[in-house]
């Protein structure tokens, strides 16, 4: 169930990626490179996207790299929804000479699909000067022709997959851990295992049943549920 959700979470963010490329590579062929107003046609889609009823999707980010649009080294599409289903576009400080400057390009959720060449999940951790939630983005790179770098993620709710792998569970009464790659709790039925925290050495002694998170990329989804006794 979880790697399900995991799975069509992915394929909202495909879509995105895929108009995001259209435009670049539309661009491309006529030998130039676009600027931020090209952007505008995307932001119908995001808000679409956001009014959905998709209580585990909190916002997209369409994030650049520094030789991919022709009128910024740094642009940070960042869109959420707020409680009343409206979307709303997050300003940041992208001014590296400027106090409070939200430095993207050197965080994990936006180097590790770059690197990795392929779709990421990153977290769960707290956007320190960007959203400042801790939070979990699958994120998918985008090349461009030009050689310029992109990454379009999906920031999703703690609270939401809190209450999915709950659902999916249906008991409390074993202590059940949702691990990311790295060893932290993504969500756990205990609050002993809090989000974000590192399993601990005597848990880690503990565990007597683990499997993978299934997902049709196991590579993008490196999770596993692990049962304590």
Same mark, same amino acid.
């Given at each position: ?11 909202? %963010? ?113 956007? %320190? ?47 059940? %851990? ?52």
């Amino acid at each position: 169930m979880v790697g399900t959700r995991m799975d069509e979470l992915f394929e909202l %963010v495909e879509i995105v990626h895929r108009r995001v490329s259209e435009i670049i590579d539309g661009f491309a062929e006529r030998r130039r490179t676009p600027d931020r107003a090209a952007l505008a046609s995307v932001r119908p889609l995001l808000q679409e996207l956001l009014a959905a009823d998709q209580p585990l999707l909190e916002g997209f980010d369409m994030a650049f790299g520094s030789d991919t649009l022709s009128d910024a080294t740094r642009w940070l599409e960042c869109w959420r929804r707020d409680a009343d289903g409206n979307s709303y576009f997050v300003k940041h400080i992208l001014n590296p000479d400027a106090v409070g400057f939200y430095d993207y390009q050197s965080h994990d959720w936006f180097t590790a699909p770059i690197a990795a060449g392929h779709s990421v999940t990153t977290g769960p951790y707290i956007d %320190v000067g960007g959203i400042d939630v801790c939070t979990i983005t699958l994120g998918i790179p985008l090349k461009a022709a030009s050689g310029g770098t992109a990454v379009i993620g999906a920031d999703l709710s703690i609270p939401g997959l809190e209450a999915l792998m709950l659902r999916a569970l249906n008991t409390r009464r074993h202590h059940v %851990v949702l691990l990311a790659a790295n060893e932290r709790v993504v969500v756990s039925n205990s609050a002993r295992h809090v989000t974000g925290s590192r399993l601990r050495l005597a848990d880690s002694e503990r565990i007597v049943h683990s499997v993978p998170v299934r997902s049709r990329d196991p590579e993008r989804l490196p999770w596993r549920i692990v049962a304590l006794s």
